[in-house]
């Protein structure tokens, strides 16, 4: 990921809150260059406000197969299979006309919107497969950045979490729309194949991108059905 992805959140006006990630131009690109296996998660507002999350294998004609998939719903039903295209400079588009997304100039990540079929709008993150993880990937500074919503209701949060050798993360400087932010210490893991999970007792979903640097991950956040989306980037190692 680089220097090239920027994540913010935001007041905008009448109320609205924001999520925003922003993905530097470049490069020439074509639809072979989302060949390959890929971790999705999202986050879906107005009726079927929540988190979504599943793996899809896309083939060189820019097919899409779902191979698994999970709503904060509880649905597992994967849904139609979609052609995806990509221009040359990056933007992706689907048969979907309100789906759009654009592919990092690494080729790793593709962040999408769309129209959902409640009648909600979604922002979904796809990061390619591969690699090998181990614990140690986890430690250091992430500074993150969280939508969350309730039905209708949404708000913004970031601050900085330091996941120490013990595997606990620490939660400071933590700030949301509505005021100060605090958390209980977390324990976090991660599988050989990037997946990132803890043990905080709601259900928490979380993909590490190829090169390290960036952690997704959809969580519920509450027993009221508060989801969240958050984006964690690298900020300083820490041994």
């Known amino acids: 990921m680089g220097m090239n992805t920027i994540l913010g959140t935001m007041s905008g006006g009448l109320g609205a809150y924001n999520l925003m990630v922003f993905q530097r131009s470049g490069g020439y690109y074509d639809t072979n260059d989302l060949q390959g296996s890929w971790t999705f998660l999202g986050l879906g507002s107005g009726n079927n406000a929540g988190w979504f999350y599943g793996d899809l294998n896309i083939d060189s004609g820019g097919n899409t197969y779902h191979t698994s998939f999970l709503d904060s719903n509880g649905s597992t039903d994967l849904g139609n299979s979609q052609t995806l ?127 390290k640097s960036l952690i997704v991950c959809t969580m519920s956040r509450s027993e009221e059905r508060r989801v969240g989306k958050e984006c964690r980037s690298r900020w300083s190692p820490y041994h």
Do not use: C
């Open 85 to 211: 295209y990509v221009s040359s400079d990056g933007i992706v588009t689907s048969d979907d006309s309100s789906y759009q997304g654009v592919i990092s100039q690494d080729k790793e990540i593709t962040v999408f919107t769309r129209n959902d079929s409640g009648g909600g709008y979604d922002l979904g993150i796809m990061l390619k497969s591969g690699g090998t993880f181990q614990q140690s990937d986890l430690y250091g500074d992430w500074n993150f950045h969280a939508f969350v919503v309730v039905d209708n209701f949404g708000s913004w949060m970031h601050g900085m979490a330091t996941i120490y050798n013990n595997n606990i993360s620490i939660v400071t400087d933590a700030v949301t729309s509505h005021g100060i932010f605090t958390s209980d210490p977390v324990e976090f893991s991660v599988s050989s194949d990037g997946i990132v999970s803890n043990d905080g007792g709601l259900p928490f979903y979380g993909k590490m991108s190829a090169d």
